[in-house]
């Protein structure tokens, strides 16, 4: 994979499920200098509606990572910190998961700052172990989807440590309409802005999906998040808005390729060749 990620014209990457690359420090180093590659990041789940066990081994988890992630760093000599992902655990509730991109109505408020505390809380006592900071991903099929349940999180998270990473894709689809401007929302969202994720959305397919009441999963099969500039997210005004608000960090294009729907290098190549034909 990561062979195939340079050879296709990419310079970072996040680590994926825990034990897809190296565990160890060094060999993961290895594995990055090798190709001259920079660590961004890594995702930990974190059941923000979950008991008090799931939620320490969650902590216990994330603690691992921004270990791993710190360590590898520090053996790369790199400057720029990775980044610790929280996001619910997404696709466990089977409400939100059978509803995914057509949530309506008012998410209670507890909801909203249980969640907030939760990640929060998670956030802090990995910065406290490690020094390593945390943004939280909004996800379809997660406690956390639409852009107003966006909004309540971030006024509710302690956000001296947890900041956001924004996903166009998953906002699109979260937001249950097609034509929701995805450059405004990242505009008013930029202050608290870690990292962006640069996914799509097919539009015809999210219709359908939301029509037929397909749950996530059926969704992510039926190819909801396609190759980039094949859907309805505007990256060239995502572009020009993270030039307005003075991004400076990494942009990580993020592409669901399950067994059937084709080849990730050729994907990955198609969404590179994409990226740079809008100037980035």
Request: aromatic share 6%.
């Amino acid at each position: 994979m990561l062979d195939e990620l340079v050879a296709t014209g990419y310079t970072g990457t996040e680590l994926g499920d825990w034990g897809f690359m190296p565990t160890d420090p060094t060999q993961l180093a290895a594995a990055l200098q090798h190709r001259q590659l920079t660590l961004i990041g890594a995702f930990v789940p974190v059941a923000l509606q979950g008991d008090t066990t799931q939620i320490a081994t969650a902590t216990a988890h994330a603690q691992r990572t921004a270990e791993l992630l710190t360590r590898t760093a520090q053996i790369l000599g790199q400057a720029h910190a990775p980044l610790l992902i929280l996001a619910d655990a997404n696709g466990t509730d089977p409400i939100r998961t059978a509803n995914a991109g057509r949530i309506t109505g008012h998410t209670p408020s507890g909801v909203i700052v249980r969640a907030a505390k939760v990640a929060s809380e998670v956030a802090r006592a990995v910065y406290a172990a490690s020094g390593v900071r945390s943004a939280f991903h909004h996800h379809c099929a997660g406690i956390i989807e639409t852009p107003d349940e966006v909004r309540r999180f971030l006024m509710h998270s302690d956000n001296d440590v947890l900041g956001l990473v924004f996903d166009t894709g998953h906002m699109l689809y979260g937001s249950g309409n097609n034509t929701t401007d995805i450059a405004a929302l990242l505009h008013e969202f930029a202050p608290h802005v870690r990292l962006v994720h640069f996914k799509d959305c097919q539009p015809e397919i999210a219709t359908r999906t939301r029509h037929e009441q397909l749950d996530y999963f059926a969704a992510i099969q039926a190819g909801i998040f396609c190759e980039l500039g094949r859907g309805a997210v505007d990256f060239a005004a995502i572009a020009r808005t993270l030039t307005t608000i003075g991004y400076q960090g990494w942009i990580v294009v993020e592409q669901d390729v399950l067994p059937g729907m084709g080849e990730p290098r050729i994907s990955a190549a198609h969404n590179r060749d994409y990226l740079r034909s809008i100037g980035l």
